[in-house]
């Protein structure tokens, strides 16, 4: 995905540029300070934990992880196999626009 190092689990999904521009986006706009554990298993861990004292009215914090592997991993299949590489900001929007995607259909099935 970036070049820069070897692609395994937590590299892709955590610490890659792409991965780490994501992550930054969301705790942005949810005004969270959070360090990036090393693995993805412990980051699921701290973020379940971190998902019991959100409000309710942030009921997307339990999508956000899933919302951004799906995202980085259609991108990097995208890249893999079509030679197809979108700019950050159009891998933004598709993530942003998945987790509302989600959010809704979680909505209308209440």
Known sequence: ?????????NHLFLHC????????????????SWVMPETSLDMLKHWEGMSRRRRSIEDGWKYIPACIWWTLWRERNERSHDGQASSIQKIKMKSLSLLYFWCKQDMVGR
Request: proline letters at 0%; aromatic letters at 8%; charged letters at 20%.
């Open 1 to 9: 995905m970036c070049d820069k190092e070897a692609e395994i689990n």
């Open 17 to 32: 540029k792409t991965a780490v521009n994501l992550w930054h986006m969301f705790l942005c706009i949810l005004g969270v």
